[in-house]
């Protein structure tokens, strides 16, 4: 396991030693970089900085980035030893302005190359949502995970996978109205802003020299004049504290509990000829739907008035084939959970207690950047099991930092999926 953001051993083929993902497709005679590591920009602006720290300290060795702009503005960052180049074509930037009236997406093309999956959530692109996988099943399993999160505007996927409520697409015809984002040198940004610098210091150095010249030879000696100066009041505004982001986090226990309590509640829930599909809990709910097979949609509405639970909506698809359900649960009160361990650390502790308990864990680096610039950093993990979270709870709960985004559960072959976070220091 490498340090920082560099790429996981599970991102390399282990018995040819060949890496598992590339960085470039060729659609219609153009190159299109993908595979890029994507942050929030802070500054658009000035994003010299942003960029030089995520270079230094969250990819390394990464000296190329492109800028995506828009409602919510990022940086993507690569390394070119990787296979990058300056100035191609960023693919993540013309698909996201292509589709910029669809704020949230899934979708895998399929290349030449292989397997393009990109994934925007409320406009933004996500730190592991823009890959080449170059073998289909890995893009697939990657797809499907995501297909558990409620609410995509599109779910694109080729047609030979067969998944519903899912659509192909020309990806030529997208990428060829899409804003032509090129990749460029981070070294170079600093050279650029370097000579405006020195233009600007040679400039400004002249004329303080020609000012000193006048009022020392050329300009009359004046008698000065005294004038009572009031003293003034000066006022030191009090240094704004930045909270850090595990002074106040969601309770992951609560959390737990709760996703296991209300999936099991809506699992009870068996309307006679309708089969229930992925649960997701995330972001303070939990999600599911029912694909009708031999029933009637009265028959689905009387099962869930009879549930008595307090779903925050309930609603049928216009076609009547699918009842889609949300819940509430309870977060509980914030706490602070502040990190107790350093990056290498915890990767090998999380490693090896998954390794004795027979299990794997994809973990990778994420960062988070505060509105005044403070990049704090996290690892970001996912595993399946067989066990539910009442389970889990004690196991993962015991890390400091921790947070849970995501945990589904699949009521056909009875696995759950956790997917979280937990800070380092």
Not at 167 to 188: T, V
Not at 262 to 273: E, S, T
Request: one cysteine or more; a negative charge.
């Amino acid at each position: 396991m490498l340090e920082e953001a560099k790429l996981l051993d599970e991102d390399y083929d282990s018995d040819s030693g060949k890496r598992s993902w590339g960085t470039s497709i060729n659609v219609d005679g153009t190159v299109y970089a993908t595979s890029l590591f994507w942050q929030p920009l802070q500054n658009s602006s000035d994003p010299f900085q942003e960029v030089e720290e995520a270079s230094a300290g969250v990819l390394e060795g990464a000296d190329l980035f492109c800028i995506k702009s828009g409602k919510a503005p990022q940086f993507g960052i690569c390394v070119s030893h990787e296979g990058y180049h300056s100035g191609e074509t960023v693919g993540a930037v013309a698909l996201a302005t292509a589709l910029s009236n669809v704020s949230s997406y899934v979708a895998v093309f399929k290349t030449t190359e292989g397997w393009w999956y990109t994934c925007i959530r409320n406009d933004i692109i996500l730190s592991d949502g823009d890959m080449l996988f170059l073998s289909e099943e890995e893009a697939k399993s990657q797809f499907t995970s995501m297909l558990a999160v409620p609410d995509w505007g599109k779910k694109i996927a080729p047609k030979e996978w067969e998944i519903e409520d899912t659509e192909e697409m020309d990806l030529g015809e997208i990428l060829a109205r899409g804003a032509k984002s090129k990749l460029q040198k981070i070294k170079g940004l600093r050279g650029a802003k370097l000579f405006l610098v020195i233009g600007i210091s040679a400039v400004v150095g002249l004329w303080l020299v020609s000012s000193l010249i006048d009022r020392l030879f050329l300009t009359p000696t004046v008698a000065p004049v005294v004038v009572p100066v009031k003293p003034k009041i000066v006022q030191t505004a009090a240094p704004v504290v930045e909270a850090k982001p595990w002074e106040q986090m969601t309770n992951p226990k609560t959390v737990m509990i709760e996703c296991y309590k209300k999936a099991m509640d809506l699992v009870k829930i068996m309307p006679p000829g309708w089969d229930i599909g992925m649960i997701a809990c995330a972001q303070g709910s939990v999600a599911t739907s029912w694909r009708r097979s031999i029933g009637r949609l009265s028959w689905a509405k009387k099962a869930m008035e009879e549930s008595e639970l307090p779903f925050s909506g309930f609603s049928f698809s216009g076609d009547g084939e699918t009842l889609s359900a949300t819940l509430p649960i309870s977060t509980g009160e914030m706490i602070a959970s502040p990190p107790e361990k350093n990056m290498m650390d915890l990767q090998n502790q999380l490693n090896d207690e998954f390794q004795a308990l027979g299990l794997k864990i994809s973990q990778a680096v994420e960062v988070e950047t505060s509105a005044t610039g403070k990049i704090y950093r996290k690892i970001k993990f996912s595993f399946t099991s067989d066990y539910n979270p009442a389970t889990w709870n004690e196991m993962l709960t015991k890390y400091s930092g921790l947070q849970i985004n995501m945990i589904t559960y699949s009521p056909v072959d009875k696995t759950w999926h956790y997917e979280g976070a937990i800070y380092v220091l």
